[in-house]
């Protein structure tokens, strides 16, 4: 099978079990369940994902040189995931969120960019491997200067070796440096560069601005949008409702890399919706979308048609939001999925 | 009762027959025990009676929510109205929403001990298969507004799915798209099915719920008048409210006072004076005091020894559009 290489954002999340009700005062000691350690980002998630439904992965990011950045080298390791790509630096501290998560109740996350902020994608190799997948650009500042010229000259680099480019995106804090990039500029320069785009809704909702999407007729034109902005390849998340899936024409897929290339004529020109499959007992919504991203690029280097790449996307995600084993789906023969 | 029996000069015995209505007692000595016990304002135990010889104690055990909510203090009162025909009271526990499993069985059982003839229970999410044994044993129980877990047992509950669901399409059909709904903890099961009827109208519309903005968890009115604020104060507001009961309800009625944009809410409960709240309200309404009529009929049932499959009511809801509009 064809080589993936998953690039940018990784990081730990450590969530405290919570007891319900729980809130902050301020003196008072409260006792709540053990810490869970679970290293995250778009590099653990979307390369475990694709590693466990049997890809060969590598990775590259950017960790600090602590015991946060250990755990996650080492849960790398485990779990079969190429880490030679990987930096360790001595000059940030590795990225990690702090989940709060109290039963029945929304999360919060508390995060912090560290080593993230080093990743410029000039320690990429785009030697020896197929596909180069990025995630999440928000949370990479690194990145963005000049409307993401170093995101473009990593994807130019990709191109140049007939890599397929794909990127995913992350929800843009308001607040962050991130929220101040101009996101319509930035994308409309990189999608030209960018074969297969696989962002949530919310991503979009706070890059770009669009509010005004609230039914599927709205979200399937979104994703024709960016279609016609210059990738080849969009899938938009949304969450439990399902993911809209639209594609370019054939001329498109012509310049999408060694992967697209083969897949031109049963990919091309799709508008589809696939809804999401129903999830009997939500373990977490954590890397959701990132198992979905890892459906859709699983189906593209496996060779499978594009309402298959769907389908495996959301039977990924709806695995993962149960707590099942992503490498226990059966997933040999695209057909009975 | 010694005292009554010296007064009048007769045996404990004599007293015990008279205050039992026991025909065959001498007249004259049944005036004179009567006399005696108007004089000493002596009054039999009939509890201890009861535990004497194992008859009904004419207690039942109601262990209920919060009953400062109305809709709780409604249940108990349909409750008492049938108990009262029955010549039974009703001991209550109150075990509120964030009180833990552990003190709810701590209520049930304390209930049991005093030997109550039945109870009627608004369980809490934990486990109750541990109270087959004591349904077992002859303390029939009846489960008032949700349905236990692990145990199945006679239950009354309302239509909360449907009953959202019909809300919300009301919303829809007023050309509602961008909704915002504030519910309680979803380990409440009456919340978590209403939140699955708000999902269901949505998909049916092609709506897409990822874009609603649901938060769940929600207790206080204070609470839910900070998070209906947030969600109007986003970019794209929602122009309509969902609130998953009447508290959340009034809590987003504070919220939009201050809003100069008109904002629609729907609310699972009607309460009262809702009729004259400055906002219009679609809210969604049950009769509460008819569920708690027949748990407490279904209990009554059981107590004469009714050996029946455990019967499951689930009561319709109607829509009821209340309120005024913005001045």
């Known amino acids: 099978m064809l080589k993936v290489t998953v690039a940018g954002h990784i990081c730990a999340d450590l969530t405290p079990e919570l007891p319900a009700g729980i809130g902050i005062v301020p003196g008072q000691l409260t006792n709540v369940g053990p810490l869970i350690i679970r290293p995250g980002g778009c590099v653990v998630n979307t390369g475990g994902d694709l590693a466990a439904l049997g890809v060969d992965v590598t990775t590259s990011g950017v960790l600090g040189s602590d015991e946060l950045g250990r755990i996650v080298l080492d849960h790398l390791d485990r779990h079969g995931i190429g880490t030679a790509n990987i930096e360790v630096s001595t000059n940030a501290a590795t990225s990690y969120s702090v989940v709060i998560e109290p039963p029945g109740m929304n999360r919060t996350f508390w995060h912090h960019v560290g080593a993230n902020a080093l990743f410029d994608g000039t320690s990429v190799s785009v030697n020896d491997t197929d596909l180069l997948h990025i995630g999440y650009p928000p949370l990479l500042p690194a990145l963005l200067p000049d409307s993401g010229a170093a995101l473009a000259a990593l994807l130019r680099r990709a191109r140049t070796a007939d890599m397929t480019t794909s990127l995913d995106m992350a929800v843009v804090d308001a607040n962050s440096p991130a929220g101040r990039a101009d996101w319509h500029g930035l994308l409309k320069r990189i999608l030209p560069l960018v074969d297969v785009f696989s962002p949530s809704l919310e991503d979009l909702r706070s890059s770009l601005g669009v509010q005004s999407i609230v039914d599927r007729d709205g979200l399937q034109r979104l994703a024709r949008s960016l279609i016609d902005d210059g990738a080849a390849v969009v899938m938009i998340s949304a969450g439990e409702d399902g993911v809209a899936l639209c594609t370019a024409g054939a001329e498109r897929f012509a310049h999408g890399g060694r992967v697209l290339a083969d897949l031109t004529a049963q990919w091309c020109d799709v508008d589809l919706w696939m809804p999401a499959l129903p999830v009997e007992q939500i373990k977490t919504t954590n890397g959701a979308g990132d198992a979905a991203s890892a459906g859709l690029l699983y189906g593209l280097v496996a060779g499978c048609s594009a309402p298959q790449a769907a389908r495996l996307a959301i039977t990924v995600a709806a695995a993962k939001i149960q707590g099942d084993p992503i490498a226990n789906l059966s997933l040999a023969n695209p057909n009975v999925v | ?327």
């Open chain 2, 1 to 327: 009762m010694v005292d009554v029996a010296s007064l009048a000069g007769v045996s404990i015995k004599t007293v015990s027959r008279v205050v039992n209505g026991v025909t065959t007692v001498d007249a004259e000595i049944a005036t004179r025990v009567r006399a005696a016990i108007a004089h000493l304002g002596f009054q039999p135990n009939q509890l201890a009676a009861a535990l004497k010889s194992g008859a009904p104690t004419a207690t039942i055990g109601l262990v209920i929510k919060d009953v400062s909510n109305d809709i709780y203090a409604t249940l108990m009162l349909g409750a008492i109205d049938v108990a009262r025909h029955h010549g039974t009271q009703i001991i209550t526990s109150v075990i509120g929403e964030s009180q833990s499993d552990i003190e709810e069985l701590d209520a049930i059982y304390d209930l049991c001990r005093r030997r109550v003839d039945g109870l009627i229970v608004v369980p809490g999410s934990g486990d109750l298969s541990g109270l087959r044994s004591q349904i077992d044993l002859g303390t029939p129980m009846v489960f008032m507004d949700r349905r236990p877990h692990g145990l199945n047992a006679d239950s009354i509950t309302v239509d909360n799915r449907g009953g959202s669901r019909e809300a919300m399409r009301d919303l829809i059909m007023r050309g509602h798209r961008r909704f915002g709904v504030v519910v309680d903890s979803l380990s409440i099961d009456t919340m978590s099915e209403r939140l699955a009827g708000i999902r269901d109208s949505l998909r049916e519309s092609g709506i897409l719920v990822s874009q609603s903005q649901i938060v769940t968890g929600v207790r206080a009115p204070t609470d839910a008048a900070g998070v209906v604020t947030r969600m109007l104060n986003m970019t794209a507001p929602p122009t309509a409210i969902f609130c998953g009961n009447s508290r959340s309800t009034i809590g987003a009625i504070e919220a939009i006072r201050a809003q100069t944009t008109p904002v629609a809410i729907a609310g699972f409960d009607a309460f009262p004076l809702a009729h004259l709240m400055p906002v219009p309200l679609t809210l969604v309404s049950y009769d509460a005091n008819f569920m708690g009529q027949r748990a407490a009929e279904l209990l009554f049932r059981r107590i004469g020894s009714d050996s029946r499959e455990p019967e499951h009511v689930v009561l319709a809801t109607k829509l009821l559009h209340l309120g005024g509009s913005l001045a």
